[in-house]
């Protein structure tokens, strides 16, 4: 046999096992917790026999030659384990309860409210498969003590299946959202979040001294309210825009926006009629 030497060394080094490894059905968990194992192999397996599919979709135009196929999904894996070989015939010792063990993984456990078989992920060493389900045991009894299985040929198949999103990484993608929104948010000229109700209550506080601050750039009827105090301030969430409304609610414009914890004010901005000649600060 002659190598692509060009394929072969970019291929990753193996060292083989220092110890006994042990292959292990395992409970697939999501919460970063040490995996619980739900099933240990007696033996391990002789062969790994790994399978996948792509989905296409037959289309047959009028009179042609060959037929079209549309791309449709592809599977996920499936694993088959087959012909374990469990003997304990010579050892005085009964297979039943691995027997048992293992179809436990096929069913529901409705008694303690969970209403589907266990997701799992299968380990030997470093070779891992999971997140999975089993779907298929076989097993022939070929040898038993009083009744009791002592000689059995298994065969398992495991299918792969969605990996489900960690707490971690939901927290980690809604904090990522979120900060994406505030950086959104602070491009549109908005505050980072919405606004609370103290913040709204400190941005009409001000605006009111920024109108009085400033009073003499603002037109004669915008000074006459501002002294005779005859206006109102209404401060948006969202936006964090400070409106000025007049006497019957008419809207005089407005005077600045509140970032959450400092106003922004100028001519792109503050809205407010100006005295001839003025210009907002």
């Known amino acids: ?9 970019s291929l990753p080094n193996a060292d083989k096992a220092k110890g006994a490894i042990a292959a292990v059905l395992l409970e697939y968990d999501i919460s970063g917790n040490t995996p619980k194992p739900l099933w240990v192999f007696l033996v391990n397996p002789q062969s790994l026999r790994f399978s996948r599919e792509a989905k296409y979709t037959e289309i047959s135009p009028l009179a042609s030659k060959r037929c079209e196929i549309q791309y449709a999904s592809t599977n996920g894996q499936t694993l088959s384990i087959p012909d374990l070989i469990l003997q304990t015939w010579y050892c005085g010792k009964s297979l039943r309860p691995l027997i048992e063990g293992i179809n436990l ?23 891992e498969f999971g997140p999975c389900v089993l779907t298929n045991v076989q097993w022939e009894e070929s040898a038993w003590l009083g009744g009791e299985p002592a000689s059995v040929k298994l065969g398992l198949e495991l299918k792969e299946v969605p990996k489900a999103i960690s707490r971690g990484e939901v927290e980690q993608q809604k904090t990522k959202a979120t900060e994406t929104a505030k950086v959104n948010r602070e491009k549109q000229g908005k505050p980072r979040l919405p606004l609370t109700d103290r ?12 109108l009085e601050t400033n009073i003499k750039q603002w037109a004669a009827d915008v000074q006459a309210a501002i002294r005779g105090n005859k206006y109102k301030l ?11 409304i007049g006497v019957g609610g008419k809207a005089i414009g407005t005077v600045l926006v509140w970032e959450g914890f400092k106003p922004k004010t100028g001519q792109s901005i503050t809205t407010i009629p100006l005295v001839s000649g003025g210009k907002a600060p």
């Open 105 to 127: 993984l096929l069913e529901a456990d409705i008694k303690n409210k969970k209403y589907s078989p266990p997701i799992l992920k299968f380990q030997m060493g470093t070779r």
């Open 1 to 9: 046999m002659r190598f692509n030497a060009r394929a072969y060394d």
């Open 199 to 210: 913040q709204r209550t400190d941005a009409s506080a001000a605006a009111k001294k920024y």
């Open 234 to 244: 209404s401060t948006h969430a969202s936006s964090g825009a400070v409106a000025m």
